[in-house]
């Protein structure tokens, strides 16, 4: 079992709807988690970060936090087509690097 | 605010060669890290510089990986003798506080 998972994708939405993109960890003693945005040859931008239960806005970004049930998912509201990309969960262990474990991430395609 | 930039942005060396990427990191960021995507895989952690000393390691994949930190500022990795299957993407990331990593453009290096 991977330490992060994802579904690969494609998810495919028209423009102007929700994306949900979803993500499960198996450390339970994660800390803290990122949604990265990569498109195709560039590098991960970050978009969001959480570290406690509930959910965070910012923009048409919302991201969702349960510990208890280790789940992370990223919502983007008005879908653009400039929001097709790959999106890469992220954890973090709280270790003494506070390295990131990424998941293999999920394409997004909004369609106009 | 420069970004964190990676040299060179593509290498192609025959097996058994030396390369060496670079990173410079967002000034003022004592945080580095390098990280690697083979094909078809998830983004790998392999080492965490603070300043210019090595945090954690534990990701290199054997002695033919060598990183150093110079001064504390930017970062090099050098791969020698180079193999088959250190191909890849080798993405270095800075961070202030360790939590919130931003990425570089990341190296494409091919070995043949």
């Known amino acids: 079992q991977k330490e992060v998972e994802q579904n690969s994708g494609p998810l495919s939405v028209p423009e102007g709807a929700i994306a949900s993109l979803n993500c499960t960890y198996s450390?339970?003693?994660?800390?803290?988690f990122f949604w990265y945005r990569q498109y195709s040859g560039k590098s991960p931008e970050l978009i969001m970060s959480?570290?406690?239960?509930g959910d965070k806005e910012d923009g048409r970004f919302t991201a969702q936090l349960n510990k208890a049930s280790q789940y992370v998912s990223l919502l983007i509201r008005d879908s653009q087509p400039s929001d097709s990309a790959t999106y890469l969960c992220?954890?973090?262990?709280?270790?003494?690097?506070?390295?990131?474990?990424f998941g293999s991430g999920t394409r997004l395609l909004v369609r106009p | 605010e420069a970004g964190v930039t990676q040299f060179p942005s593509h290498s192609v060396i025959e097996k058994g060669q030396t390369v060496t990427l670079r990173c410079d990191p967002i000034?003022?960021?004592?945080?580095l890290y390098w990280y690697r995507r083979v094909m078809g895989k998830e983004i790998k952690f392999l080492l965490h510089?603070?300043?210019?000393?090595?945090?954690?390691e534990s990701g290199m994949p054997n002695n033919r990986f060598l990183a150093e930190r110079t001064g504390g500022t930017y970062s090099t990795l050098k791969v020698q003798p180079a193999e088959l299957e250190d191909s890849g993407v080798y993405f270095c990331?800075?961070?202030?506080?360790?939590?919130?990593?931003?990425f570089g453009p990341g190296t494409r290096l091919t070995v043949t």
């Open positions: 959480i570290y406690s239960n």
């Open positions: 000034s003022g960021h004592d945080n």
């Open positions: 990331a800075s961070s202030l506080n360790m939590e919130e990593q931003y």
């Open positions: 510089f603070v300043k210019e000393s090595k945090q954690d």
């Open positions: 992220a954890v973090n262990r709280g270790d003494s690097s506070y390295k990131l474990i």
């Open positions: 450390d339970r003693g994660s800390q803290s």
